[in-house]
């Protein structure tokens, strides 16, 4: 009798860790919601202490030398992070205004964006069939947005922009991946986003540092734990898996946010948002295997 085997594939384990960081995610953005909307947290102040906690519990696992600070494109450092502030800021803005169901679905967008900065700045050669993956996860994001609804409201483009500037972010990385080490990057942009967030809490009427009451604090508290966490699920998902397997295991985060949303606070979606979302689902599916066929044909 053959014995069953006692653990998984590394594309197994990756995918298992690709559905936990989801899941942790999905945990953070509740507390996130919770501190902000229900607690009035200024979100400014929710980002740092939720980074904050995430930088010192990530600091042991990074493992990077001084000698990583050497660089000669110090300014492309701070524009890079200075996009991945923005995002973050941008998202808990949303969260502390819309529906997580509303937040995730279009922070989905954010692989469109991408390739349209890609053909812009990158001038990269896009298809016809990647331009068209793009159109129609608009038209997804469209649908979510629902502008024509009396329920549209300014604060639900936060989540857009905050899919636009992490695009942004990835750009940069991927344009400074030819010069600089995964350590230097790393070390960036953990030495600059906690400072970062600390200045746009201490903005005039952005709510400082001060938490209101133990409830907020331990949110928060959770929030970057679990951020250390599902951080640190992802970069080993990666490091023992291709990227293009796991890609399709992080929509599993939709169901994962939509679920939290209506048992915390009863945010049940509308049918409109599973039709937008398998459109974004589909053609940024659909956009990975170009992206894939691409690939192959420059190897």
């Not at 919601?33 to 906690?53: E, I, R």
């Not at 800021?89 to 279009?106: D, K, R």
Request: charged residues 10%; hydrophobic residues 55%; positive net charge.
């Amino acid at each position: 009798m053959t014995s069953a085997p006692t653990r998984f594939s590394p594309a197994t384990q990756g995918a298992l860790l690709m559905i936990g960081a989801g899941a942790m995610f999905a945990c953070v953005n509740t507390m996130l919601q919770f501190a902000t909307m229900k607690l009035g947290v200024a979100a400014p102040t929710a980002t740092f202490w939720q980074y904050g906690v995430a930088l010192i519990a990530l600091l042991p696992w990074q493992g990077v030398g001084l000698s990583a600070f050497k660089t000669r494109h110090l300014p492309a450092h701070i524009l890079r992070v200075g996009f991945g502030v923005g995002g973050v800021q941008l998202w808990t803005f949303g969260l502390a205004h819309v529906p997580i169901w509303q937040a995730i679905s279009l922070i989905m967008l954010s692989p469109f964006f991408v390739t349209i900065g890609a053909a812009l700045l990158l001038r990269e050669q896009v298809t016809a069939q990647r331009w068209l993956a793009v159109v129609l996860g608009f038209i997804g994001g469209t649908i979510i947005l629902a502008p024509w609804s009396d329920a549209f409201t300014p604060w639900v483009m936060a989540p857009v922009g905050a899919a636009a500037l992490w695009a942004a972010a990835s750009l940069m990385t991927k344009r400074m991946t030819a010069t600089e080490s995964p350590e230097t990057l790393t070390l960036y942009l953990l030495a600059l986003m906690t400072p970062l967030n600390a200045l746009l809490a201490m903005a005039p009427g952005a709510g400082g540092f001060a938490v209101s009451g133990p409830t907020a604090a331990l949110a928060l508290l959770v929030a970057g734990l679990l951020t250390a966490l599902a951080q640190y699920a992802l970069a080993r998902a990666y490091s023992i898996a291709d990227a293009a397997f796991l890609q399709p295991f992080d929509h599993v985060k939709l169901p994962f946010n939509v679920g939290l949303g209506v048992l915390a606070f009863g945010f049940v979606p509308p049918g409109s948002m599973w039709l937008g979302s398998a459109l974004i689902i589909g053609a940024s599916l659909w956009l990975l295997t170009e992206e894939n066929r691409q690939a192959r044909r420059r190897d």
